[in-house]
C-alpha cells in the first residue's frame, strides 16, 4: 500500500505562481510513473503532467511551458512547479502513482486562481 499526501495549495492571483508537493510512503516510490492530475467544478478529472521511473516526462497542452513537474527519488517526493497560473487553472490537483497496474491517489489538494 502507498499512501500519497499532497501539499502546497492555495489561493494566487492570476500570473502567479505556486510549487505542489507529493510525498509518498514506501521503498519503491523510485520504480512508479508519477503524475498530476486536477479536478475542475463540474469537469472531469484531467492528466496535468506525468514523469516516468527514467524522468521522461508529458505534459497536456494547456500548461506545457507554464507548468514543470519533477521528482526527487531520495525523498520520495514529486513536485509540480506551476508558473504563469490562469483562473482556468482553478482545480482540485491529485497526485497520482502507478506500477505494476496499482493505481494510487492523494487526496487533493485545492489551487484557486483569482484575483
Known amino acids: 500500500q502507498v499512501q500519497l499526501v499532497e501539499s502546497g495549495g492555495g489561493l494566487v492571483q492570476p500570473g502567479g505562481s505556486l510549487r505542489l508537493s507529493c510525498a509518498a510512503s514506501g521503498s519503491i516510490f523510485r520504480f512508479y510513473v508519477m503524475g498530476w492530475y486536477r479536478q475542475a467544478p463540474g469537469k472531469q478529472r484531467e492528466l496535468v503532467a506525468a514523469?516516468?521511473?527514467?524522468?521522461?516526462?508529458n505534459y497536456a497542452d494547456s500548461v506545457k511551458g507554464r507548468f514543470t513537474i519533477s521528482r526527487d527519488n531520495a525523498k520520495n517526493t514529486v513536485y509540480l512547479q506551476m508558473n504563469s497560473l490562469k483562473p482556468e487553472d482553478t482545480a482540485v490537483y491529485y497526485c497520482?502513482?502507478?506500477?505494476?497496474?496499482?493505481?494510487?491517489w492523494g487526496q487533493g489538494t485545492q489551487v484557486t486562481v483569482s484575483s
Open positions: 497520482n502513482g502507478g506500477l505494476g497496474g496499482h493505481d494510487y
Open positions: 514523469i516516468t521511473s527514467g524522468g521522461s516526462t
